[in-house]
């Protein structure tokens, strides 16, 4: 079988960290009989720079041609970089939104899983982390407040700004559904997050998110305020299996659940539409601190590669190859530098490697 992958390396660490995710899929490949295809297109900072706007509508076409996209991060430091002295519309986040809206990728899934091998890394208790937590965040990725119609107006002589947060009946049910789906195939449970003591969207979200779980009987349905969602992350994350939220929500708890893991540069993202096409990410940012150095961790890369598989191709046993000398690799002792334990103990237990070589070891224990 050949599929054919448009690749989005963009800015900062993102071309390291995609390369490794490339080399380890051809390694997949030769191992399964299979062949991917790889296009480039240019999305964010360094699409500005080469044409003057975030993303094409040329690279939109190309990236709706492939059978899924994997893409590395965009952006640079929004203090120093020029690209963030441009309209909001023209700064390289454009790109991705524009990417997002126009290929409908309305379903974002975002793991936080506590590796064993991390959980010194874990900023939690020992006694929470020690638990371990494993969850899926699903996050509603092209309504809400960030398409939402905005504004900037003087008002009686001084500024005032608005943003709109609209949620259609039809937004919430397909997400909705996408969210029992994957809970079927995990723990069976779902948090759906809103704001409904305070915002009609939120009460829409819950009457809506109510109807969809009638059709699924076996997945136990619990509602939860943001609020207390945010307080519940660090207080008991095992708690979680699949929590179901509109897009800031999403945004915002997405972070944080990364942060409990310890490890961003572990985090994979899927964002998928009605059909099998996605859009692969790892969840950190470009870091433009580190570019360049061969220092980045490419580990969420490489599983968001191992998503691709797994959503967008089916390639359920390629995708558990890769999870799995992920696992073994960390089992081994190898560490970048954003996953090295503090202590000087554990420090002299494990390996310091770069970018590449985490790429190779990775590889290597592909069976
Ligand atoms: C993310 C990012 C984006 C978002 C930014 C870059 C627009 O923070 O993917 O979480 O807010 O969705
Ligand atoms: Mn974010």
Redesign the pocket.
């Known amino acids: 079988m050949s599929y054919k992958i448009v690749c989005i390396p963009g800015d900062g660490i993102g071309p390291e960290v995609v390369n490794e995710a490339k080399k380890v899929l051809d390694c997949v490949a030769k191992a399964g009989n299979l062949e991917f295809q790889y296009e480039d297109i240019l999305m964010g900072g360094c699409s500005i720079d080469a044409c003057g706007e975030p993303l094409t509508d040329e690279a939109i076409a190309t990236a709706k041609a492939a059978d899924a996209v994997l893409m590395g991060s965009?952006?640079g430091n929004t203090a120093t970089s020029p690209w963030y002295k441009l309209p909001p519309e023209k700064r390289p986040?454009a790109g991705?939104?524009k990417l997002r809206k126009s290929l409908n990728l309305f379903a974002n899934l975002r793991p936080a899983v506590l590796y064993d091998e991390l959980a010194a890394a874990c900023p939690l208790k020992e006694e929470i982390s020690a638990a371990g937590f494993d969850m899926m965040i699903m996050r509603e990725?092209t309504g809400g407040l960030?398409f939402g119609e905005r504004s900037t107006k003087e008002v009686d002589g001084q500024l005032v700004a608005v943003d709109m947060l609209t949620y259609s009946e039809e937004e919430i049910r397909r997400i909705a559904i996408k969210g029992f789906e994957i809970a079927m195939k995990r723990g069976k449970k779902v948090t759906s997050v809103d704001k409904a003591n305070v915002l009609d969207s939120s009460r829409l979200w819950r009457k809506v998110v109510e109807e969809v779980a009638k059709d699924y009987p076996e997945v136990t349905l619990e509602h939860m305020l943001v609020d207390n969602c945010a307080m519940q992350l660090v207080k008991d994350p095992k708690q979680f299996d699949v929590i179901l939220t509109e897009n800031m929500f999403g945004?915002i708890l997405?972070?944080e659940a990364s942060m409990v893991t310890g490890s961003i540069g572990m985090l994979a993202s899927a964002s998928l539409n009605d059909t099998k096409f996605g859009l692969y990410e790892p969840?950190g940012g470009s870091a433009p601190d580190i570019a360049g150095k061969g220092i980045a961790n490419p580990i969420a890369t490489i599983l968001s590669a191992s998503m691709m598989l797994r959503y967008s191709f089916d390639l359920d046993e390629a995708a558990d190859a890769i999870d799995a000398a992920v696992k073994q690799v960390l089992k081994d002792g190898y560490r970048t530098i954003d996953i090295m334990p503090q202590d000087e103990e554990s420090k002299s237990k494990v390996t310091l490697v770069g970018t590449s070589r985490m790429g190779d070891l990775i590889c290597e224990r592909i069976k």
């Open positions: 965009i952006g986040e991705l939104l990725l960030y945004d997405s972070d969840s």
